[in-house]
């Protein structure tokens, strides 16, 4: 079957105007991209340079999203946002729709679909929206599109993936963090983050094989209680002996859930909860610190903690938008003007 083309349009993609065709194709024109971002990892772990086109759409097919994803666009009777492409049949951006595509054609093939649903997925896999993107584009404005579309659009990566794409957008394409967190849209400091939590996640894996990237949950919790670690704890997670340490509490299963990672500054400062922690895991651990040190328990010291770290991690978009928004800024003022006032009170200043 030919593709079908039904328009033209123009984007601006890194400094750059960019004409695109918007088409329809068939499912057996579309080819999955062995680059999946999503799957990146996956040839990491593998210690290969690429997947095949097989081993692509099994483990895209495994994942939970694309079997929702496969109900929403079977129920709809279609496919609403066009993949983006390469002349070739290249999938750049909508692997996932390609994926749920060819399980409605096989599924088709087999008899598992009657009726309307037959009906509605023999329009789906013959037609298929996408948009063509130009063949002299470059894998920099590729990384540019994908970020604006996953990281700042309306589709987000998980955190993990989001992550993965900063990492490739520094490290390969050579990005400035300045530039990053313009794409993005997003604070430096967020972009720092989301970087060297992933270069550390990436360091565990290759002494830990039997991880999972999921465990990136974790090195995110660590570089956010980084300062606290290194003040409370004399813990320093830029440390490869310290971070180690860290590896094998986690290999271990003495912190079953990244969340718990918050509680480590004060856990690690008392040393009966550290070793606490080292042969019962971070529950025992914590109830063990918060018997030597009570204000851990204080609900008003908690919220103290918490808004701490929201301002020190807030997202760029919320940061310059206070000045904006007066109820923002009238919430603002009003912790300062309570911070101020107890520093003056209890003569702190």
């Known amino acids: ?14 400094g750059r105007r960019v004409s695109l065709k918007s088409e329809t194709r068939s499912v057996d024109q579309l080819r999955l991209n062995p680059d999946n971002p999503r799957l990146r990892h996956e040839i990491f772990l ?31 009777g279609g496919i609403q946002n066009p993949l983006y492409i390469k002349e070739s049949g290249t999938v750049i951006e909508g692997s996932r729709r390609t994926v749920v ?71 390969i394409s050579g990005f400035p963090i300045e530039t990053i967190a313009e794409v993005t849209e997003r604070s430096r400091p967020w972009v720092y983050q989301k970087l060297t939590a992933y270069e550390w996640t990436e360091k565990y894996l290759k002494s830990n094989p039997r991880g999972s990237l999921e465990d990136y949950s974790y090195f995110e919790e660590l570089y956010k209680k980084a300062t606290a670690l290194r003040k409370e704890a004399s813990f320093d997670p830029d440390d490869p002996k310290d971070r180690e340490y860290f590896h094998r509490l986690i290999s271990g299963g003495k912190i079953p859930m ?29 109830i063990t610190a918060k018997t030597k040190n009570p204000k851990i328990a204080s609900p008003t010291f908690q919220a103290l903690a918490e808004a701490t770290e929201a301002l020190q991690t ?35 200043k």
């Not at 079908?4 to 349009?9: C, P």
């Not at 593998?46 to 994803?69: F, Q």
């Not at 009657?114 to 993107?133: F, M, R, T, Y």
């Not at 009003?334 to 006032?341: Q, S």
């Open 101 to 171: 595509a060819r399980k409605l054609k096989s599924n088709l093939a087999s008899g598992a679909l009657k009726g309307e649903e037959a009906i509605a997925a023999k329009a789906i896999v013959e037609s298929i929206p996408v948009k063509v993107l130009p063949d002299d584009i470059s894998e920099k404005e590729i990384d540019v599109m994908l970020a604006r579309e996953h990281i700042s659009g309306k589709y987000p990566w998980p955190a993990v993936n989001q992550a993965e794409h900063i990492y490739r957008m520094h490290h």
């Open 258 to 286: 990244a969340i718990d990672v918050r509680k480590l500054p004060l856990v690690l400062a008392e040393p009966e909860a550290r070793k606490m922690l080292e042969e019962d895991g971070i529950e025992r651990s914590w």
């Open 1 to 14: 079957m030919e593709s079908i083309m039904t328009g033209t349009e123009t984007i601006t993609i890194y």
């Open 46 to 76: 593998r210690k290969r340079e690429m997947l095949t086109e097989e081993e692509l759409e099994e483990a895209i097919w495994k994942m939970d999203s694309t079997k929702r994803l496969y109900r929403t666009i079977l129920g709809s």
């Open 314 to 348: 807030i997202p760029r978009n919320e940061y310059l938008d206070i000045g904006q928004d007066p109820a923002k800024k009238q919430l603002v003022f009003e912790l300062y003007h309570e911070i101020e006032k107890v520093l003056k009170d209890l003569k702190l």
